[in-house]
C-alpha cells in the first residue's frame, strides 16, 4: 500500500492528478479490486452479509477450471503483469490513449468474467465451486452449472 501511494503521488507529479493519482492504482489493483466488488455484489443479491465467507472468489473459480494451483498462479500474475504494463505506459501516453487502455482492461475482465461463467445465476447462487473446496455446498462443474440443487435459502 505505501509502494503504490508513493508510485502515484511520485507518477502524478510526472504527468498530471487525473492520470498519477487516480487511473494508476485502479489499474495496478484491478484483480483484488474487481474480486472484492463482485464479492460484495454477489452476496448482496443472494441477501447474505458481505462479509460472509464463500468460494466463489476468482481463484476458486480458476481453481475448479485449471485444477492446479501453480496455473492459478500464474493466470493470475500474467493478468497482473499485464496490467502493469498498461500502467507503466499510462504516464507516457495522452488522456485519451489512457481512457482506451482502461475500456480494454474493463472488456477484458467482462471477457474473462463470461468465461469463468461469473455471471450466470447458478455460480452466483451456489458460491462454491466443488467439494474439495468446501464440502457442504454444491459442485460446480467448470462450465458453472450446479450438479446438484443449492439448498435453500432460510428466512
Known sequence: GYFLACFSIHEAAASGPATGMLVMPIVLLWIPLAD?????????????????????????RLLALLTDQRSVVRAISSAALLL???????PVVGRTMGVAILVVVV??????????????????????????????GPELSTSGAPER??????G
Open 149 to 154: 440443487e443449492p439448498p435453500e435459502k432460510a
Open 36 to 60: 472484492t466488488l463482485y464479492a460484495i455484489g454477489r452476496r448482496l443479491y443472494l441477501g447474505v452479509s458481505p462479509f460472509s465467507a464463500d468460494r466463489g472468489h476468482l481463484h476458486h
Open 107 to 136: 472488456a477484458a475482465t467482462l471477457v474473462v468474467a463470461r468465461g469463468l461463467s461469473l455471471f450466470d445465476l447458478a455460480v452466483i447462487s451456489a458460491g462454491r465451486c466443488n467439494r474439495a473446496l468446501q464440502a457442504d
Open 84 to 90: 502493469g504494463v498498461a500502467c507503466s505506459a499510462l
